[in-house]
Protein backbone atom coordinates (compact mmCIF):
# COMPACT_ATOMS: atom_id res chain seq x y z
CA UNK A 1 0.00 0.00 0.00
CA UNK A 2 3.10 2.47 0.98
CA UNK A 3 4.04 1.83 -2.79
CA UNK A 4 0.66 2.55 -4.03
CA UNK A 5 0.40 -1.42 -5.87
CA UNK A 6 -2.19 -3.16 -4.19
CA UNK A 7 -1.89 -6.89 -4.68
CA UNK A 8 -4.34 -8.28 -7.23
CA UNK A 9 -5.50 -12.14 -7.70
CA UNK A 10 -5.13 -15.02 -5.47
CA UNK A 11 -1.88 -15.53 -5.49
CA UNK A 12 -1.10 -12.00 -4.55
CA UNK A 13 -3.29 -11.86 -2.30
CA UNK A 14 -2.80 -14.67 -0.44
CA UNK A 15 1.31 -13.64 -0.49
CA UNK A 16 0.33 -10.37 0.91
CA UNK A 17 -1.61 -11.70 3.63
CA UNK A 18 1.00 -14.29 3.96
CA UNK A 19 3.38 -11.34 5.49
CA UNK A 20 1.01 -9.92 7.44
CA UNK A 21 -0.01 -12.44 10.07
CA UNK A 22 3.34 -14.02 10.22
CA UNK A 23 5.65 -11.36 10.10
CA UNK A 24 5.45 -9.97 13.98
CA UNK A 25 8.36 -10.78 15.63
CA UNK A 26 10.23 -7.47 14.04
CA UNK A 27 7.84 -5.49 15.23
CA UNK A 28 8.56 -6.64 18.70
CA UNK A 29 12.10 -6.71 18.57
CA UNK A 30 11.60 -2.48 18.00
CA UNK A 31 9.64 -2.18 21.62
CA UNK A 32 11.30 -5.34 23.41
CA UNK A 33 8.11 -7.09 24.66
CA UNK A 34 4.56 -8.08 22.76
CA UNK A 35 1.77 -5.74 21.75
CA UNK A 36 -1.82 -6.91 20.63
CA UNK A 37 -2.03 -3.79 19.05
CA UNK A 38 0.61 -4.12 16.75
CA UNK A 39 -0.99 -8.04 15.76
CA UNK A 40 -3.94 -6.15 15.19
CA UNK A 41 -2.61 -3.63 13.10
CA UNK A 42 -1.32 -6.26 10.64
CA UNK A 43 -4.22 -8.31 11.05
CA UNK A 44 -6.81 -5.50 9.98
CA UNK A 45 -4.84 -4.84 6.81
CA UNK A 46 -4.76 -8.30 5.92
CA UNK A 47 -8.76 -8.57 6.75
CA UNK A 48 -9.06 -5.35 4.62
CA UNK A 49 -7.38 -7.56 1.53
CA UNK A 50 -9.46 -10.34 2.39
CA UNK A 51 -12.53 -8.66 2.30
CA UNK A 52 -11.58 -7.44 -1.16
CA UNK A 53 -11.27 -11.30 -2.52
CA UNK A 54 -13.18 -14.18 -2.54
CA UNK A 55 -10.64 -17.32 -1.96
CA UNK A 56 -7.29 -16.66 -1.57
CA UNK A 57 -3.82 -19.30 -2.23
CA UNK A 58 -2.41 -18.80 1.67
CA UNK A 59 1.24 -20.29 1.61
CA UNK A 60 2.22 -19.87 5.09
CA UNK A 61 5.78 -19.70 6.22
CA UNK A 62 6.54 -21.37 9.28
CA UNK A 63 5.63 -19.38 12.19
CA UNK A 64 8.55 -20.37 14.58
CA UNK A 65 11.67 -22.25 14.67
CA UNK A 66 12.02 -25.45 16.83
CA UNK A 67 13.65 -24.48 19.86
CA UNK A 68 13.50 -21.00 19.66
CA UNK A 69 11.10 -18.36 21.94
CA UNK A 70 9.00 -16.23 20.28
CA UNK A 71 9.52 -12.81 20.55
CA UNK A 72 6.09 -12.02 19.99
CA UNK A 73 2.84 -13.54 21.04
CA UNK A 74 2.85 -17.78 21.07
CA UNK A 75 5.16 -17.77 17.75
CA UNK A 76 1.77 -18.67 15.66
CA UNK A 77 0.03 -15.95 13.86
CA UNK A 78 -2.97 -18.19 14.05
CA UNK A 79 -2.89 -18.80 17.86
CA UNK A 80 -2.93 -15.65 18.21
CA UNK A 81 -5.42 -14.15 16.22
CA UNK A 82 -8.03 -16.88 17.68
CA UNK A 83 -6.61 -15.55 20.98
CA UNK A 84 -8.31 -12.10 20.32
CA UNK A 85 -11.44 -11.35 20.20
CA UNK A 86 -11.47 -8.30 17.91
CA UNK A 87 -9.66 -10.86 15.17
CA UNK A 88 -12.52 -13.30 15.04
CA UNK A 89 -15.27 -13.11 12.26
CA UNK A 90 -15.93 -14.15 8.28
CA UNK A 91 -12.41 -13.09 7.64
CA UNK A 92 -10.08 -15.01 10.23
CA UNK A 93 -12.70 -18.30 9.15
CA UNK A 94 -11.68 -17.51 5.37
CA UNK A 95 -8.00 -17.66 6.50
CA UNK A 96 -8.78 -21.14 8.52
CA UNK A 97 -10.37 -22.99 5.45
CA UNK A 98 -7.41 -21.17 2.77
CA UNK A 99 -4.65 -22.72 5.31
CA UNK A 100 -2.07 -25.53 4.73
CA UNK A 101 -3.38 -27.71 7.56
CA UNK A 102 -0.05 -28.72 9.06
CA UNK A 103 -0.06 -24.79 10.36
CA UNK A 104 -3.29 -24.77 12.21
CA UNK A 105 -2.37 -28.81 13.18
CA UNK A 106 0.29 -27.72 15.29
CA UNK A 107 0.65 -27.02 19.07
CA UNK A 108 2.19 -24.25 20.70
CA UNK A 109 3.20 -23.03 23.96
CA UNK A 110 1.11 -20.13 25.27
CA UNK A 111 1.14 -17.82 28.68
CA UNK A 112 -2.13 -17.48 30.76
CA UNK A 113 -5.14 -19.16 27.96
CA UNK A 114 -8.65 -19.41 29.12
CA UNK A 115 -8.18 -19.33 33.33
CA UNK A 116 -5.32 -21.43 33.19
CA UNK A 117 -2.06 -19.93 34.48
CA UNK A 118 1.70 -20.56 33.60
CA UNK A 119 2.86 -21.80 30.05
CA UNK A 120 0.76 -24.42 28.63
CA UNK A 121 1.04 -26.70 25.40
CA UNK A 122 -2.30 -26.24 23.31
CA UNK A 123 -3.85 -26.75 19.62
CA UNK A 124 -6.03 -24.67 17.81
CA UNK A 125 -8.96 -26.40 18.74
CA UNK A 126 -8.15 -26.15 22.39
CA UNK A 127 -7.31 -22.32 22.03
CA UNK A 128 -10.96 -21.92 20.51
CA UNK A 129 -12.94 -23.78 23.04
CA UNK A 130 -11.34 -21.62 25.61
CA UNK A 131 -11.82 -18.67 23.63
CA UNK A 132 -15.13 -20.03 23.17
CA UNK A 133 -15.94 -19.59 19.14
CA UNK A 134 -18.02 -21.87 18.60
CA UNK A 135 -17.80 -21.12 14.72
CA UNK A 136 -13.56 -21.47 14.43
CA UNK A 137 -13.87 -24.40 16.89
CA UNK A 138 -16.69 -26.03 13.75
CA UNK A 139 -14.64 -24.75 11.36
CA UNK A 140 -11.63 -26.21 11.91
CA UNK A 141 -12.87 -29.47 12.30
CA UNK A 142 -14.42 -29.06 8.98
CA UNK A 143 -10.88 -28.70 7.81
CA UNK A 144 -9.88 -31.84 9.22
CA UNK A 145 -7.43 -31.05 12.10
CA UNK A 146 -6.82 -33.70 15.05
CA UNK A 147 -8.75 -33.61 17.73
CA UNK A 148 -6.57 -35.85 19.76
CA UNK A 149 -3.38 -34.23 18.30
CA UNK A 150 -0.60 -35.49 20.55
CA UNK A 151 -1.72 -36.36 24.02
CA UNK A 152 2.05 -36.68 25.50
CA UNK A 153 2.85 -33.21 24.66
CA UNK A 154 -0.99 -31.44 25.12
CA UNK A 155 -1.60 -29.71 28.75
CA UNK A 156 -5.13 -30.92 28.24
CA UNK A 157 -7.46 -32.86 25.77
CA UNK A 158 -9.84 -30.28 23.13
CA UNK A 159 -12.80 -32.94 24.44
CA UNK A 160 -11.83 -32.15 28.14
CA UNK A 161 -11.87 -28.11 27.49
CA UNK A 162 -15.37 -28.36 26.09
CA UNK A 163 -16.77 -29.88 28.79
CA UNK A 164 -14.92 -28.15 31.78
CA UNK A 165 -16.35 -24.83 30.15
CA UNK A 166 -19.83 -26.13 29.12
CA UNK A 167 -19.79 -25.73 25.39
CA UNK A 168 -22.26 -28.56 24.72
CA UNK A 169 -22.28 -28.02 21.26
CA UNK A 170 -18.89 -28.08 20.77
CA UNK A 171 -18.20 -31.37 23.20
CA UNK A 172 -21.18 -33.40 20.54
CA UNK A 173 -18.75 -32.01 17.48
CA UNK A 174 -15.54 -33.13 18.96
CA UNK A 175 -17.45 -36.44 19.69
CA UNK A 176 -18.42 -37.00 16.33
CA UNK A 177 -14.76 -36.70 15.31
CA UNK A 178 -13.44 -39.89 17.50
CA UNK A 179 -12.19 -37.00 20.14
CA UNK A 180 -11.14 -38.02 23.22
CA UNK A 181 -9.62 -37.67 26.92
CA UNK A 182 -5.63 -37.91 27.27
CA UNK A 183 -4.99 -40.49 29.60
CA UNK A 184 -1.88 -38.69 30.45
CA UNK A 185 -3.86 -35.82 32.17
CA UNK A 186 -5.13 -38.04 35.13
CA UNK A 187 -7.45 -35.61 36.17
CA UNK A 188 -9.90 -35.44 33.00
CA UNK A 189 -11.30 -38.66 33.60
CA UNK A 190 -11.85 -38.00 37.55
CA UNK A 191 -13.52 -34.06 36.52
CA UNK A 192 -15.71 -35.63 34.23
CA UNK A 193 -16.76 -38.47 36.00
CA UNK A 194 -17.71 -35.87 38.96
CA UNK A 195 -19.50 -33.08 37.03
CA UNK A 196 -21.60 -36.29 35.01
CA UNK A 197 -25.02 -35.57 36.85
CA UNK A 198 -24.33 -31.86 35.67
CA UNK A 199 -24.37 -32.91 32.09
CA UNK A 200 -26.90 -32.60 29.68
CA UNK A 201 -29.36 -35.44 29.24
CA UNK A 202 -27.62 -37.04 26.33
CA UNK A 203 -23.97 -36.66 27.62
CA UNK A 204 -24.71 -38.62 30.87
CA UNK A 205 -24.48 -42.01 29.88
CA UNK A 206 -20.92 -42.09 29.00
CA UNK A 207 -18.41 -44.49 29.03
CA UNK A 208 -14.55 -44.13 29.02
CA UNK A 209 -12.69 -47.01 28.18
CA UNK A 210 -10.60 -48.79 30.72
CA UNK A 211 -7.36 -48.62 28.78
CA UNK A 212 -5.57 -46.10 26.21
CA UNK A 213 -5.12 -46.45 23.08
CA UNK A 214 -1.49 -46.97 22.18
CA UNK A 215 -2.00 -43.09 20.97
CA UNK A 216 -2.45 -42.08 24.76
CA UNK A 217 -6.28 -41.46 24.27
CA UNK A 218 -9.59 -42.57 26.03
CA UNK A 219 -12.55 -43.21 24.13
CA UNK A 220 -15.75 -42.31 24.75
CA UNK A 221 -18.68 -44.20 23.75
CA UNK A 222 -22.86 -43.68 25.03
CA UNK A 223 -24.48 -46.71 27.15
CA UNK A 224 -27.31 -48.01 24.60
CA UNK A 225 -28.55 -50.07 27.48
CA UNK A 226 -32.00 -48.22 28.50
CA UNK A 227 -32.14 -49.58 31.70
CA UNK A 228 -28.78 -48.25 32.59
CA UNK A 229 -29.64 -45.02 31.05
CA UNK A 230 -32.80 -44.48 33.66
CA UNK A 231 -30.63 -45.90 36.25
CA UNK A 232 -28.23 -42.70 35.58
CA UNK A 233 -30.48 -40.23 35.52
CA UNK A 234 -32.28 -41.55 38.57
CA UNK A 235 -29.50 -41.13 40.57
CA UNK A 236 -28.52 -38.03 39.31
CA UNK A 237 -32.45 -36.44 40.13
CA UNK A 238 -32.19 -37.65 43.28
CA UNK A 239 -28.83 -36.72 43.86
CA UNK A 240 -30.08 -33.13 43.14
CA UNK A 241 -33.07 -33.09 45.30
CA UNK A 242 -30.82 -34.39 48.30
CA UNK A 243 -28.94 -31.07 47.98
Known amino acids: EKGGVLPEGEKEVGAAVSVLVSDRPFQSQK ?96 VAIRSKWEEGVTALLERGVNPNLDPFVLSESPLFAAFDSEQWDNARSLLKKGAGLFSRCESEAKELEAKRCQLPHDLRSFRLTSHATTDGVLKITFDEDVLEDVLIHYFCSTNYKKK
Open 31 to 126: EGHCQEGAILEHWRLAESLLQQHGEVDLSLPASDIPGMVPGCGSGSWFFDLISLEEARGPSLLKVIRSSPLNELDRIVQMGTHGGKSGHTHVSSLG
